[in-house]
């Protein structure tokens, strides 16, 4: 890709990003899964077949998708140049999820600010794993937060780290190892084994990004808090807390965040009714109110406007 062709997808994103209509990668990638790991379970797999069958869907999925990236781009390009780099900017801008982030966490603060909290707990629902029936509002912005932070990540920083390195190919088979992640690499008796391999990749595959975009909310932060302090204050949360989480990465940006906030994020999650302990990360110097909602978008879309600029300076050199 070129930094022209790396801006205009990133543009892309933030003007349109995920409409429910178009036949979006992901969306296929998830439906594979989803039959793919139906077909293990109805095998009646033990604990040896299924890590064999998970670590085969692991690896092949992301090539899948490489190689299908890959064609695509290369039998666009043969019809014309300008086609394929049409189809090269497309399948690039479907890596990216600023947009849809920000506008589902948009719903939960509006629905928090009117007044609903039921409303609140739905649209949560809607971009979390955990259980929501019964989160209180505090409990419902951190979970929302907690999403805000660690998707730009995965669904920003991590995507465009990938874009630059190996284009729209590589950066679908990214995409490919972190959507397996999110629906397999569980540590339930249903995925522990099937999923295990897809989640020890995704841990590789994020190890860089999630270090970078942890710096990125560090560095964003006061620009868009207008106090030097929240700088500050999330590179101190970071270096203490960065590391407690359970995942290597997951923990990174979200320290970052809940310094820039002033605010504690982790604690006890739910899911399917079993309880999840999460170490506390940050201090609880400010309230979880909609606000934080607000403001921890507002970071994370100068997280996407840095990152984009960096990939693409990157590429122009």
């Known amino acids: 890709m070129t930094a022209t062709t790396v801006l205009i997808a990133c543009a892309l994103d933030a003007a349109v990003g995920d409409p429910r209509w178009f036949p979006h990668p992901v969306r296929l990638m998830g439906h594979a899964i989803t039959w793919y790991e139906g077909e293990v379970q109805r095998g009646g797999y033990q604990r040896t077949g299924q890590l064999a069958a998970g670590l085969l869907l692991a690896l092949s999925l992301p090539a899948l998708s490489y190689g299908i990236g890959w064609l695509l781009i290369d ?11 049409a189809v090269e ?47 209180s509002e505090a409990e419902v912005v951190r979970a929302t937060v907690e999403t805000v932070a660690e998707s730009a990540n995965d669904g920003i920083v991590a995507s465009l780290f990938y874009l630059m390195l190996g284009g729209p190919p590589l950066a679908l088979a990214y995409k490919a190892i972190n959507t397996l992640d999110s629906m397999i690499g569980h540590l339930d008796a249903r995925y522990r084994h099937v999923g295990w391999a897809s989640a020890r990749l995704d841990d590789a595959a994020n190890w ?20 030097t302090i ?55 110097l400010r309230p979880l ?20 600029a960096i990939a693409a300076a990157l590429k122009a050199v």
């Not at 860089?208 to 808090?225: D, K, W, Y």
């Not at 109110?289 to 984009?308: G, H, K, L, Q, Y």
Request: hydrophobic residues 45%; charged residues 20%; aromatic residues 4%.
């Open 208 to 227: 860089v990004p999630a270090r970078i975009t942890s710096m990125l909310i560090v560095l964003t932060s006061g620009v868009v808090c207008r106090e």
């Open 89 to 135: 900017v497309l399948l690039a801008f479907t890596t990216l999820a600023a947009r849809d982030l920000a506008d589902h966490a948009a719903e939960v603060k509006k629905a928090l600010t009117a007044g609903s909290l039921d409303d609140g707990r739905t649209a949560v629902a809607r971009i979390v794993g955990r259980d929501t029936t019964g989160l």
């Open 289 to 308: 109110n909609p606000e934080r909602i607000t403001e921890s978008v507002w970071i994370m879309w100068a997280v996407f406007a840095v990152a984009a």
């Open 230 to 284: 929240r700088m500050k204050h999330a590179w101190s949360i970071l270096r203490r807390d960065g590391a407690k989480h359970a995942s290597p990465n997951s923990g990174r940006p979200e320290a970052a965040m809940a310094g820039a906030l002033g605010v504690r994020l982790g604690g006890t999650n739910y899911y399917g009714g079993v309880a999840s302990d999460r170490p506390g990360l940050g201090d609880d």
């Open 75 to 85: 039998l666009a390009g043969k019809i014309q140049a300008t086609v394929g780099t």
